[in-house]
C-alpha cells in the first residue's frame, strides 16, 4: 500500500489523476492533490449519483432553494422560512461511535445556521446489527451517547428518530440525522461568495489535525480487517464551540454583517473556500499563515484537509471586517481574516508567503467526474420474490404479540429518546413515541410536522416499491398530526456502487422516491448520498431515510396523540382493503423467521385519499395512528399500552391484523364521532375497555403484560454488558 | 420590575424562561455573564443549559464569572434569587445554597415529565403554592442527583428548606428525593426541574405556572 502512488493512497483512481493534470497542465504539487482528493471523493462529489439525482422535482411554489445550497429552504408564508437537510455520520459513527454520531450533529447544525435560520430541532435514524452481538451494543450505547452528549449541550432539542437493527448492519451501523431550523425572510444567507476585494474571515475552533481525511479515505471506502488506523480521521467535537458559534453567528446575520457563509466541513478549508467563490463565480486568495491553528508545524495539505469542527468562513465587505470580528470577540469566538475574493476564477494559497496551491476554484466543485455506473438486477432477486413466506391457517394473535412486541424496533423506544433533550425552545407539541413530532412556531398558529422513516429489508426485496411506500408512510405520519406533506429530504444509504447490484438498488429507490413525492406534490428540497457501506465485501441493504417536513396552518390545539385512547372509544380503521401482504412484514421477519417475498406496490390513489382524510381528522379524533410495522395488531397494542387501557376488537381474520398493506390508519373516537367520508373507506374495529387487548377466537394478551414485555425489549438488551 | 435572566456561553434555555415570564406580566432582560452590574433588577434567574460547556465540573466555571458577584450581592440583599438546573447548580457551586448534584443514579440523562410534590412554601419558589401540591414539570438533566453533607441535609429538612420533593418514582437518586431547596432567608431558591417548560396547556401541563408566579410575586417585595 505504502509504494502507491500518493494520489491513489488520497483515494484518486489512475484516470482521476490524469484529469487533475489535465486541469492544471502540470502535476499537482501535495497540497493541490490534498483538495482534489477530497473534493472529487465520492461524499463531496456525488460523483457515482449525482447523475440519477435529477429525477427529483423541486419546482413547487414554496420551494425557495432546493438541492445545491447547504439546505433546502421552504417558505411557510408571513415571512417565515423553514430550511432542512438530512446527513449521514456512518462511517465515522461505525470507527468512533460517540464522536461519531457527536460529529455528525454538530455537521447538520451547521448546515442550518449557515442559511441564517435557527436551528429549532433534530431527529436521528439509526441502523445497528442485532442487540446480541456485543459490538453492536457497544455501537449502540456509543452512537446514542454521542447524540445526547452534543445534541443537549448544543442546546437543540432532539424530537425523535427511528432505529432498524439487522445483520447486514453489524459491521457498518448507519447514523443519518436530520436537522430542522427557521428563520424569518430576511435572514437567508447564501454561500456565494460576491465582490472582489471581499474578505473571508474564518470564524469558529482552532484548525487541528484531527479528522484529515475524513471525507475521502474514510467516507468514500469500504471497510475491511485492520481499519482501526482510520481513527485518526474521525474528528472530535465540541458542542459548546458550536453552541458560541451559532449565537455568534445568528448575531452577524441580525446586524447584516455577512455577505455569505459556508460552513466547514468534509474537506474543511479546501472546500468552504472553493464552494464559496465557485458559486460567486469568483475566486479567492487564501493566507494559510493567517488560519488560528491548534498546533504549530502543520503542513499546507493538513491545514487545507483538516476537518476540525465547528468552523464558518464568512464572507464580508472590508468596511465591515472589524465589527465582525467585534461581535465574534463578544461570543468569546476567535476569528481570522484568512482572504480575498479575487475577480479572476483561481483559488490561490499562500503559506510563508509561497505560492502552495493555484487552481480554478471551480474546478473543484464542478470538474469532479461523473460517473454513470452499470446497474443490473442481482442475480438473487427473482428468487427472493418467489421465495413467499409459509403462512399458518391460523395464528394466536396474543402469542404473536408477544413476540413483536419484544422486538427492539417495535417495542419501547423511550430508551432513546429520554436521553435527548427534546423539550428545549418551548415548541414541542407532539414528542418522541408518536408517529410524526409536532411544533409550534411561537407567535402564529402554523406548526411543523416531521416523520423520519426507513425499511432497509422492505427495500432490499424491492428497491422502488419500498421506496414508494417509504414516502406515503412518512406522508401518513405527519397527516396524523394535521399537518400536509410540504417538503422532502433523503438520505441515500447504499452499499459500493462498484457493484452493479448495488446500483440497481439506487437507481430502483431513486424512481420510486421521485414517483411518490410527485404524486403527493411535494418537493424533494434536498439530500444526502453514502456509498460505500460495505464491510468484508458484504453491501448493505439499501437504506434509504425519507425526512417528510408537514406543514399547518392553523395548527391543531390538541392533536393526536397514541396515550389518548379511553374507555368507551370506538377503534375505527381508515383505509383501502388489506390482509395480503406479509414480505417484509415483521410478522414474517420476527415470527416466521423468514426473509423473502415481493412488498405489494403502493396505489397513490388511495396514498393521497387517506392522507389528505387523516390531516383532516387529526383536528377532532383524540388518536390516530399509522399502520406499519407488525400491522393493525401492532398498531392497536401501541395505543392501549400508552393509553393504559385494554381493548375488544372484532376481526375475523387474523391475516387483516398482522399484513402491512400500505395507506391504512387507526382512528380512536368517542361514540359520536362522524367518520363519514366519500373517498376513504372506513370500518369499525372495535371499542377501548377491559383489562387485556382481546382478539375474540383470535386470543388475547393482558395488557400489563403487553407493556412488560414492550418497555423491556429494548433496555432488557442494552443491559447486557457491552 | 425588570428580572434580569443571565446568559453564560452555553446557557440555552434562557429564551424559554423570557417567553415564560412574558406569559405571567413579568418584565425580563437577558444579561450577558460578563455584566456586572444588576441594580435595577428586582430578581434574577440562572437558566438551564451549560455554562461554560459544563467542562471541568457543572456550574464551576459559571461560578467565576462576572456577573456572580453582582448575583451574590442581590442574594445578600434580599432580592430573589432562582437557580434552574444548571443554575441550581451554578448557584451551589458559589456556596449560595448547600449541596451539590451529581451523575443520575442510572448514568444516564434524563428528560421527561416527573411528579414532584411541593414539601414547604417558605421560599420564592413556592410561596404561592400549597404544601401537597404535586407538579407534573419536566426533568432534564444528567447531573440532577443532590447530595450534600448529613449534617446540611439535616438542617435542610428540619428548617423547612427543601421545598420540592420527587413524587412516587425518585428519577435520579438524588438525596431525600430533593428536587428543590432554598436558603436560611427564603430569597435563594434552585430546582433541577423545568418549570418554564410548563406553563401552556399546548405543550402538555401547566404545572410550572405556580411556581414561577411564586417568583414573580415575590418582586414586589423586594427590599431596595
Redesign the interface.
Known sequence: MSDAPLYRRLGLTDDEYERVVGILGRPPNEAELAMYSVMWSEHCSYKSSRAHLGRFRHDQEWVVLGPGENAGVVDLGDGWLAALRIESHNHPSYVEPYQGAATGVGGILRDIFTMGARPIALWDTLRFGPLDQPQNRYLMQGVVGGI?GYG??V?VPTLGGEVEFADRFSKNPLVNVMALGLMRKDQLVMKAAAGAGNVAILIGASTGRDGIGGASILASASFAEGDEEKRPSVQVG????E??LIEACLDLYDRSLVAAIQDLGAAGISCATSESAAAGGMGMDVDLDAVHLREPGMTAAEILMSESQERMLAIVTPEKAEEVLRITK???VEASIIGKVTASPDLRVFQSGQLVADLPAASLSDDAPIYRRPAAMPSYQEALWADLPDLPESVDIGDALRHLLDDPALGDR?WI??????????N??VGPGNDGSLL?I?GTEKGLAVSTDGDSLRCYLDPERGAERLVFEAALNVAVTGARPYAVVDNLNFGNPEQPAVMWQFTGVVEGLASACEALNVPVVGGNVSFYNATDGVDIYPAPVVGMLGFCDPMP?RPPRLDRAAVGMEIWLVGPEAGTDFAASAYSRIVLDHIGGRPEAADAVSARSVTEHAARLAYSAPVLHDISQGGLAVAIAEICVKSDVGAMIDVEDWRLLLDESPHRVIAVVPEDFDLAVEDAPVRRIGTIGGGSIDFGALGSIDVTEAHHIWYHALRRRLSLLA | MRVAVVVFPGTNCEHDVVHALSLLGADPELVWHRDEDLADAAGVILPGGFAHGDYLRTGAIARFSPVMQAVEDMAAKGRSVLGICNGFQILCEAGLLPGAMVANRDLSFICRPVDLEVTSTKSILTATATVGDLLHIPLNSYEGNFIAPPADVKALESDHRVVLRYHGENPNGSTNAIAGITNERGNVAGLMPHPERATEPVLGSTDGRVLLESFVASLASVPA
Open positions: 445526547a443537549n449541550a442546546g465540541d458542542p459548546f464551540e453552541k458560541k463578544k461570543w468569546e423511550s429518546h429520554e436521553q435527548y433533550d427534546h423539550m428545549l425552545f418551548l414541542t407539541v409550534r411561537k390545539q
